[in-house]
């Protein structure tokens, strides 16, 4: 089975999904995440999921409840990069991903994680929720 | 109506998911589907093939490019010899699941295709078939 | 019904007689379409189904032509009738390719075979085959035209749908004319694409030009929304009359969670508060 590297920058975790997850990879990733999380007191994290062109309900729901668990262990995740055709993809299957949010690219999601952290003024002005 | 090629696929382990989703990306592309179709397809397969894997214990995929005039498709058949869908109805609405999904498998696929058929009874295994036309919304 | 047949025998010994009687024949039907063609490509065209068609004779038989002996000469006929639709061939000057055969063929059948009963038989099975070739060619023919007009209608569906750039980050989709739902999907496409080809936070969806929203377009119209704020950029829509207004309550479409502006103007000004900038009087 494959492993997901995960990078630390600083206080942030940073994901980038290159390979066509199967449903083991992708539970891997997730727990990888969490004992990250709690070994580095990290308070982001962000996936990058730009390479992936198949998001189906079980990789979604995967970033929905990662998303939730980061939240409890006190760290914000942001979604960088999906596709159009993923995304329209996913509102016709009725996957509205709740409580994940989401920014075009890697940068976007930087900004929106540091002014999560550090307060506002720093991001793009761009408003979640 | 023609069927210009037709591979079946034994889907047995939930790892073998993502082999299923290359081999009906295979078939999109072949026939020019635009992205949007291709992810479409892809994605209803993908939710299919694990349904087959969790619930029916595993199956086979028959892969069929159809060629109808100037309509160009592609079917996918699942069949599994499980314990079948004792409430097919119940079983498409969102939401409803008897395992540890998210329940949208089903709905979400038919929503993806233009063509859904769902064959099931207790006992008797389950036959989905599922088309998607090039170019239709 | 394969086996050794006299038509297959004239073909195969006579190619080169027919060949030239055929393409002779051809330029006189074809006579002022001539220019149509590339100089060549009319001798090349025959004498390559001339040299398919023999050995499907004697190998596939006259009583059909879908079977896999066929197959060569019906890959051929369906590229030359393909490429006459794009040169602009009529479908009937197209069919004369195969139909002008025919005569030349029976020429050639009457000074090869002497026996009448065996000459009529033979003849009966050239014009069978030569008949089932022919519609062959106009079916493809007409597929080859349906297949240019949904690239055609393609092409102007994309044409009619700009998306442009009002500022860095604030992209505008002003949409125009009665939105049918395949127009709506390929509109919203490339509004998501460029969305991230700009890396643009913020799309306005301007339906002033719209003069009829139903319930599909409306359910697009929200999907389309959903779906950008998937990808991490928002959408708002602007420019909806009291009508629209009225229609999207009436047909009960829920739109509560998606922001609207009654105008262009309106949408950009929150737009630009949006990416933060704001604009301001000079002196």
């Known amino acids: 089975m494959q492993r997901i590297p995960i990078l630390k920058m600083g206080p942030y975790l940073l994901v980038s999904i290159q390979v066509d997850m199967d449903d083991r990879t992708a539970m891997?990733?997730?727990?990888?995440?969490?004992?990250?999380?709690?070994?580095?007191?990290?308070?982001?994290?962000?996936?990058?999921?730009?390479?992936?062109?198949?998001?189906?309900?079980?990789?979604?729901?995967?970033?929905?409840?990662?998303?939730?668990?980061?939240?409890?262990?006190?760290?914000?995740?942001?979604?960088?990069?999906?596709?159009?055709?993923?995304?329209?993809?996913?509102?016709?299957?009725?996957?509205?991903?709740?409580?994940?949010?989401?920014?075009?690219?890697?940068?976007?999601?930087?900004?929106?994680?540091?002014?999560?952290?550090?307060?506002?003024?720093?991001?793009?002005?761009?408003?979640?929720? | 109506m023609d069927i210009t090629r037709s591979e079946v696929v034994a889907v047995r382990a939930a790892a073998e998911v993502v082999n299923v989703r290359h081999i009906v990306r295979r078939a999109a592309v072949d026939l020019a589907f635009s992205l949007v179709e291709q992810t479409k397809i892809v994605t209803a397969a993908s939710e299919l093939?694990?349904?087959?894997?969790?619930?029916?214990?595993?199956?086979?995929?028959?892969?069929e490019l159809l060629s109808d005039g100037i309509r160009k498709g592609v079917r996918l058949i699942f069949e599994d010899q499980g314990p079948g869908i004792p409430d097919i109805q119940q079983a498409l609405r969102d939401g409803f699941t008897t395992g540890k999904g998210l329940?949208?498998?089903?709905?979400?696929?038919?929503?993806?295709?233009?063509?859904?058929?769902?064959?099931?009874?207790?006992?008797?295994?389950?036959?989905?078939?599922?088309?998607?036309?090039k170019g239709s919304a | 019904m394969a086996g050794k047949s006299a038509l297959s025998d004239v073909v195969q010994k006579n190619g080169r007689e027919i060949l030239s009687a055929w393409v002779q024949r051809q330029q006189t039907d074809l006579a002022l379409r001539n220019n149509l063609l590339q100089p060549g490509e009319l001798q090349q065209q025959a004498s390559d189904f001339l040299t398919a068609f023999g050995p499907a004779i004697e190998r596939g038989g006259t009583d059909s032509t879908t079977?896999?002996?066929?197959?060569?000469?019906?890959?051929?006929?369906?590229?030359?009738?393909?490429s006459r639709a794009r040169q602009g061939f009529t479908p009937a000057e197209t069919a004369t390719f195969v139909f002008s055969l025919k005569r030349i063929l029976f020429d050639a059948l009457q000074r090869e075979v002497k026996d009448s009963t065996q000459l009529a038989d033979e003849m009966w099975k050239a014009s069978v085959v030569l008949d089932d070739l022919g519609l062959y060619t106009t079916e493809t023919y007409q597929k080859g035209r349906e297949e240019i007009i949904n690239r055609q209608q393609q092409e102007l569906m994309e044409l009619s749908t700009p998306v442009v750039q009002l500022w860095a980050g604030v992209l505008a989709l002003p949409l125009i004319g009665t939105l049918d739902s395949a127009r709506t999907q390929v509109v919203m496409e490339s509004l998501l694409q460029s969305i991230v080809d700009t890396g643009?936070?913020?799309?306005?969806?301007?339906?002033?030009?719209?003069?009829?929203?139903?319930?599909?377009?409306?359910?697009?119209?929200?999907?389309?929304?959903?779906?950008?704020?998937?990808?991490?950029?928002?959408?708002?829509?602007?420019?909806?009359?009291?009508?629209?207004?009225?229609?999207?309550?009436?047909?009960?479409?829920?739109?509560s969670d998606v922001m609207t502006k009654a105008?262009?103007?309106?949408?950009?000004?929150?737009?630009?508060?949006?990416?933060?900038?704001?604009?301001?009087?000079?002196?």
């Not at chain 1, 159009?84 to 890697?106: C, K, M, Q």
């Not at chain 2, 696929?109 to 036309?133: M, Y």
């Not at chain 3, 000004?269 to 949006?274: D, E, S």
């Open chain 3, 200 to 255: 643009s936070s913020i799309a306005i969806i301007d339906i002033t030009g719209v003069p009829v929203v139903d319930t599909l377009v409306a359910q697009h119209l929200l999907k389309t929304v959903a779906a950008a704020r998937l990808m991490g950029a928002d959408c708002i829509i602007s420019g909806i009359r009291p009508q629209i207004a009225q229609t999207i309550v009436h047909l009960g479409v829920e739109i």
């Open chain 1, 28 to 129: 891997a990733l997730q727990d990888d995440l969490m004992e990250q999380i709690v070994r580095h007191r990290a308070r982001g994290v962000l996936i990058d999921i730009s390479a992936l062109d198949v998001v189906d309900s079980f990789i979604g729901r995967m970033l929905a409840d990662t998303a939730a668990m980061a939240r409890v262990l006190d760290a914000d995740t942001v979604v960088v990069g999906m596709q159009p055709s993923v995304a329209i993809t996913l509102v016709e299957l009725g996957l509205a991903l709740t409580g994940v949010r989401s920014a075009l690219n890697i940068e976007r999601g930087m900004d929106l994680l540091r002014s999560r952290i550090e307060g506002p003024g720093i991001a793009d002005g761009h408003h979640e929720e």
């Open chain 2, 103 to 133: 329940g949208l498998g089903l709905g979400g696929a038919k929503r993806l295709s233009n063509e859904f058929q769902i064959d099931s009874a207790p006992g008797r295994g389950t036959r989905i078939t599922i088309v998607r036309w």
């Open chain 2, 49 to 63: 093939a694990r349904n087959m894997v969790d619930y029916g214990g595993g199956g086979d995929l028959t892969v």
């Open chain 3, 67 to 82: 079977g896999e002996a066929w197959s060569p000469v019906r890959d051929l006929l369906s590229t030359i009738s393909r």
């Open chain 3, 263 to 283: 105008t262009l103007a309106d949408a950009f000004a929150v737009a630009l508060t949006r990416v933060g900038l704001a604009i301001v009087r000079k002196g």
